[in-house]
């Protein structure tokens, strides 16, 4: 596999390029960041070492080295949710280019309605399957749609988080080989009316049924 070479970093496309010892350089746009990636114990792991722009290749190398020779340690420091996830939207709507200024409301406004009261005071690095599913539960069969655009939102705020190094493990709200394993699919959950009778006229009523 051919190493990274300094003169390149600016040119490279999105997406994660590999140098060495399990570094990469994760291009997203204008970003660039160094991450680290090891599987300790059959636990995937990825570290964020920085920025691109401020710290060299070389100096990243000597990182991994240093880590690789220390061990990798759990994270436990960082942020909270509350406090993190609306650099997040900030970062994803530089990034997208977002012209609609009601996507950032957008995102902000689910996260915080849905997120927050559940999770908003948990280090970012605690933050688990679990509690995942704790948001996503009470809405999934009556606002199937909210909840289905709150889980992208969330990957989108675990996946930066790992970038930076905030959380490590598996993406807590990755759909596909977790969460969806415990909720049935989005095109699966029908609303089905029934008729009621009030005051002698019929009116309706709808229920979620998940099939």
Not at 11 to 17: E, M, N, Q, T, V
Not at 19 to 44: C, H, I, M
Request: net charge positive; aromatic share 10%; charged share 25%.
């Amino acid at each position: 596999m051919a190493k990274l070479r300094s003169i390149d970093i600016s040119k490279l496309p999105d997406g994660f390029h590999a140098d060495e010892n399990g570094l990469y350089l994760f291009v997203r746009g204008n970003s660039r960041t160094w991450v680290y990636r090891v599987t300790v114990y059959g636990k995937r792991i990825k570290r964020g070492l920085g920025s691109a722009k401020t710290i060299s290749l070389a100096q990243t190398r000597q990182k991994v080295l240093d880590i690789k020779t220390n061990g990798v340690k759990e994270v436990t420091h960082g942020k909270k949710f509350k406090d993190f996830y609306l650099d997040v939207v900030e970062h994803t709507a530089k990034i997208k280019q977002w012209k609609n200024p009601k996507s950032k409301s957008q995102w902000t406004n689910t996260i915080e309605t849905y997120a927050v009261p559940y999770i908003g005071n948990k280090l970012v690095s605690r933050i688990t399957r679990d509690d995942i599913r704790g948001i996503i539960e009470p809405i999934y069969t009556t606002k199937t749609e909210t909840a289905s655009r709150l889980i992208g939102r969330l990957k989108a705020v675990f996946d930066y988080a790992q970038v930076c190094g905030l959380h490590s493990g598996h993406n807590p709200a990755v759909w596909v080989g977790n969460l969806d394993l415990f909720f049935a699919p989005k095109a699966k959950v029908a609303k089905v009316k029934h008729p009621t009778s009030i005051g002698g006229a019929l009116s309706w009523k709808t229920t979620c049924i998940v099939f």
